[in-house]
């Protein structure tokens, strides 16, 4: 058992070590969760860390789940996509975006070039919430360190953000799809662009067009940051 001195010494450590400084420290006691998990700085590896979090139980999500989702692709890639939460499909396979939404993502990334194998995809959260329902608050805060980690291992050039809800959830922001298109935003220090989630797309067509505009632009600049002519 933890003394509480100590629950708050790990408490700064880990804020720290996630997040950088200057701390955030919340205001209502209730915010403070001593079971954050714990991402050790140790861990150089992508699979060590997969190996090392797939058990993971630091939410409700834990014991409703299927398989843990943990990510997908080259763990040297410089582009990397954010997705939402696994789906029925992804939950069945332990692997993101392989129901009818990625296959639309392979088509779309076909269309600029590139493979399933060339980049890395992963989501906010790591294990499906019931019925597909939107992640909660504390989903949230127990995942997200798990996708900076990747992130801090992969070191993407770019990462892509596919759909409102991972954007927002990314950002903190409240701003709509339409608003955060086409806007280079900073994620703890990686280069972030907006687009449609595939899902959406294949609701809505009429939104292809713009998103092919959005995909051109992420070719482009993928391109600029590998150095390689358009
Ligand atoms: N939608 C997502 O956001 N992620 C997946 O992995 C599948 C569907």
Redesign the pocket.
Known sequence: MQSDTQKIKTFIEEELEIFGGPLYMPENEDEISTERPFVSSEITDLNEFREKIMHCQNCPLGSSRTNF?FGTGNPDADLMFV?????ES?DLEGI??V?R??KLLDDILKAIDLKREDVYIA?VLKCRPPNNRDPNKEEIEQCEPYLLKQIELIKPKLLVA??RI?ATTLLRSKDSLTAMRGRIFDYHGTDMLVTY?P?ALLRNPNWKRPAWDDFKKIRELYRQKKGMSS
């Open positions: 989702v997705g939402e939460a696994p789906g992804e993101p975006f129901g939404a990625g989501n596919l759909g991972s989630h899902a």
